[in-house]
């Protein structure tokens, strides 16, 4: 079975920092890509982020580029994001998903995915 477990979501103050942790079990990250997905309340889920199976240019959504990092672990099978300088709009459900070696934009493309992980940037 596969399962994506993401962690390291909680509260942090505007201008902070959190790093998120996607724990992959059942598939090797060499063969799939990682991406990041956030949902906020009365929001549609946007696309964050995303890694692909090999090196290569990752994506970022405009908003967060110059502040979110993501990177990979291949022996231990997880991916991280690393949110600096936090801004309350980027309060939302963090969800992590995977799909086969290439990163898209299309939600509904990524065969699974984690149960989120909630991050509040709030004072």
């Known amino acids: 079975q596969v399962q994506l477990v993401e962690s390291g979501g909680g509260l942090v103050q505007p201008g902070g920092s959190l790093r998120l942790s996607c724990a992959v079990s059942?598939?090797?990250?060499?063969?799939?890509?990682i991406g990041w997905f956030r949902q906020a309340p009365g929001k549609e889920r946007e696309g964050v982020s995303c890694i692909s199976s090999r090196d290569g240019n990752p994506f970022y959504t405009g908003s967060v580029k110059g502040r979110f990092t993501i990177y990979r672990h291949n022996v231990e099978n997880t991916v991280y994001l690393q949110m600096n300088s936090l801004k309350p709009e980027d309060t939302a459900v963090y969800y992590c998903a995977a799909r086969a070696l290439r990163c898209t934009g299309i939600d509904r493309s990524y065969d699974y995915w984690g149960q989120g992980t909630q991050v509040t940037v709030s004072s």
């Open positions: 059942g598939l090797a990250l060499d063969y799939y890509a």
